[in-house]
């Protein structure tokens, strides 16, 4: 269950963090309420998570779910760059979080 905590924990990184953007520096109302909303329920899960994933192994998938996500979600969203070598940088990127996971003795 630790590693289901932990997917939708970065699944919610990439809400907030798009949240942010959508939020207008905090000038928006609802933007910035479902922001802080999606960053405390994701801090949540991903302590959750902790109590059975190793910090470093937890911290480095969470982090790596909301890093593709965001850069993904930024590429369809507001038309950011989709090279070559970006792209095969976020492969990169699955492929340690893969390892993690793969290696992880939870």
């Known amino acids: 269950m630790a590693w289901v905590y932990l997917i939708l924990a970065g699944m919610l990184e990439c809400g907030w963090a798009i949240g942010l953007k959508y939020a207008d520096g905090w000038t928006r109302l609802v933007p910035s309420l479902l922001t802080v909303l999606a960053m405390a329920a994701s801090f949540w899960l991903l302590s959750a998570a902790m109590k059975s994933i190793p910090v470093g192994t937890a911290y480095a998938v969470w982090?790596?779910?909301?890093?593709?996500?965001?850069?993904?979600?930024?590429?369809?969203?507001?038309?950011?760059?989709?090279?070559?070598?970006?792209?095969?940088?976020?492969?990169?990127?699955?492929?340690?979080?893969?390892?993690l996971k793969i290696f992880s003795p939870a």
Request: with cysteine.
């Open 63 to 99: 982090t790596g779910i909301g890093t593709i996500g965001v850069a993904v979600l930024g590429m369809i969203l507001f038309d950011e760059p989709r090279d070559i070598m970006r792209i095969l940088c976020l492969l990169m990127i699955v492929a340690g979080i893969a390892g």
